[in-house]
């Protein structure tokens, strides 16, 4: 009730808000009625169908070179678009920028791309890659959360944001050599309701796919709580 009463609230104020500040594209800066306008998604490099399965990464369809030799636990991975750009623009000003504005649009971004992953029917739950708690007081959200939330929205698929937890604090790995990236993450995240996750095909999701090691782990979490397939889903893939 109060959820709903503070909600509603959000949105006068932000209809106020629209009246005293006319929204324009945060990447361009074109006035308008989006945040993020048509002529700069039109300009998204969208990866489409043929990408390596196991990472994601544009290709012809098949496993890419660099998978051949490496192991995740995730089953499938998949991403919107390519990490540059307008799309690398609109991250940086949604995740660091504090623009939650541009959720709506890149969600839909992630909801218009997601015929691509291959998942249509094969998934039972979304989950969002969580934040730890520090980083949720700093940053005040989880893009991954707000992401998820439009793209749920958008697909009817059950978003759960208490399954997984990251119970352990670590570096931004944005600042981190590849090979340091995955022992930052090693069992940083936990699962707390086993019994919803346990025989589920699960839609892990994130802003950006960089070296996987983030989405390795939460999977591998997801994995050992019973998942029974667990598939990556970024908004977009680092090249
Ligand atoms: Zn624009
Ligand atoms: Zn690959």
Same mark, same amino acid.
Request: net charge positive.
């Given at each position: 009730?109060i959820?709903?009463?503070?909600?509603?609230?959000r949105?006068?104020?932000?209809?106020v808000?629209?009246?005293?500040?006319?929204?324009?594209?945060?990447?361009?800066?074109?006035?308008?009625?989006?945040?993020?306008?048509?002529?700069?998604?039109?300009?998204?490099?969208?990866?489409?169908?043929?990408?390596?399965?196991?990472?994601?990464?544009?290709?012809d369809?098949m496993?890419?070179?660099?998978?051949r030799?490496?192991?995740?636990?995730?089953?499938?991975?998949?991403?919107?678009?390519?990490?540059?750009?307008v799309?690398?623009?609109?991250?940086?000003?949604?995740?660091?920028?504090n623009?939650?504005v541009?959720?709506d649009?890149?969600?839909?971004l992630?909801?218009?791309?997601?015929?691509?992953?291959?998942?249509?029917g094969?998934v039972?739950?979304?989950?969002?890659?969580?934040?730890?708690?520090?980083?949720?007081?700093?940053?005040?959200?989880?893009?991954?959360?707000?992401?998820?939330?439009?793209?749920?929205?958008?697909?009817?698929?059950?978003?759960?944001?208490?399954?997984?937890?990251?119970?352990r604090? #670590?570096?931004?790995? /944005?600042?981190?050599?590849?090979?340091i +990236?995955?022992?930052? %993450?090693?069992?940083? &995240? #936990?699962?707390?309701? /086993?019994?919803?996750?346990?025989?589920? +095909?699960?839609?892990? %999701?994130?802003d950006? &796919? #960089?070296?996987g090691?983030?989405?390795?782990?939460?999977a591998?979490?997801?994995?050992?709580?019973?998942?029974s397939?667990?598939?990556?889903?970024?908004?977009?893939?680092?090249?």
């Amino acid at each position: 009730m109060i959820k709903q009463a503070l909600g509603s609230a959000r949105d006068v104020w932000s209809g106020v808000l629209d009246l005293i500040y006319p929204p324009c594209c945060l990447v361009c800066g074109k006035a308008g009625d989006e945040y993020l306008c048509a002529d700069c998604l039109e300009k998204v490099d969208t990866i489409g169908p043929r990408h390596c399965s196991k990472c994601g990464m544009p290709d012809d369809g098949m496993v890419c070179r660099d998978c051949r030799e490496r192991e995740y636990a995730f089953d499938s991975a998949c991403s919107a678009g390519t990490f540059d750009g307008v799309l690398q623009t609109a991250i940086h000003k949604f995740k660091y920028r504090n623009h939650i504005v541009l959720a709506d649009p890149l969600g839909d971004l992630l909801y218009r791309c997601f015929a691509d992953a291959h998942l249509t029917g094969k998934v039972d739950v979304v989950i969002p890659v969580p934040i730890h708690k520090s980083r949720m007081v700093e940053r005040g959200f989880n893009q991954a959360i707000e992401l998820a939330k439009r793209f749920c929205k958008r697909t009817s698929l059950p978003l759960n944001t208490g399954i997984l937890i990251k119970h352990r604090n #670590t570096p931004h790995q /944005v600042n981190l050599r590849q090979e340091i +990236r995955l022992t930052n %993450v090693r069992d940083a &995240f #936990t699962v707390v309701n /086993v019994e919803n996750v346990s025989g589920k +095909r699960v839609l892990l %999701v994130d802003d950006v &796919f #960089t070296t996987g090691s983030t989405l390795h782990e939460a999977a591998k979490a997801l994995k050992a709580a019973g998942a029974s397939q667990v598939h990556a889903y970024t908004l977009a893939r680092s090249l």
